[in-house]
């Protein structure tokens, strides 16, 4: 289910929210399985969804679901893993929090290591989510770590 939770951010009475029931944020507990990744991306479509200038949806659902499905495979144990997603006045920020606290790889540019094979069936969600963001990142949390992105609205 997904639940509005209270904004991360003063919106200050932007054209996008004036409306009091608009939520700003999201955020949801999701299972530590292959079952989250679908779950996250119809999440992630129905928040943009409620909002008239939205980035673009089928770009926040891949690597929304890339997130997620190297959160549920690069971690262990059975803690749920954590959709975020924020609305700002200029895009979205959508981070997935995991129970690891070791980086998820340089989201900033490759090393030569880190080049994925294009013949290889994994290894390119890092190239996916530093070519299609705005910005991205990671930060530590109390339980672990967070990896986001960010995406503008569209023009």
């Avoid at 954590?82 to 609305?87: A, G, K, M, S, T």
């Amino acid at each position: 289910m997904l639940k509005a939770g209270q904004p991360a951010c003063s919106l200050n009475g932007s054209a996008l929210h004036e409306h009091a029931a608009a939520p700003t944020s999201w955020r949801i507990a999701l299972p530590h399985t292959a079952a989250a990744v679908p779950v996250a991306r119809a999440l992630i479509r129905t928040a943009l969804q409620e909002i008239e200038e939205s980035p673009d949806c089928d770009t926040a659902e891949l690597l929304t679901a890339e997130l997620v499905a190297n959160a549920v495979e690069h971690t262990t144990g059975h803690a749920p893993i954590e959709l975020v997603v924020e609305l700002l006045p200029t895009g979205c920020q959508v981070e997935v929090h995991d129970p690891d606290p070791a980086p998820p790889g340089d989201l900033s540019r490759p090393s030569p290591a880190e080049v994925p094979d294009p013949w290889q069936e994994h290894g390119r969600g890092l190239l996916l989510i530093r070519t299609l963001s705005q910005a991205c990142g990671h930060r530590a949390t109390e339980s672990g770590k967070a990896v986001w992105f960010t995406l503008p609205t569209r023009p």
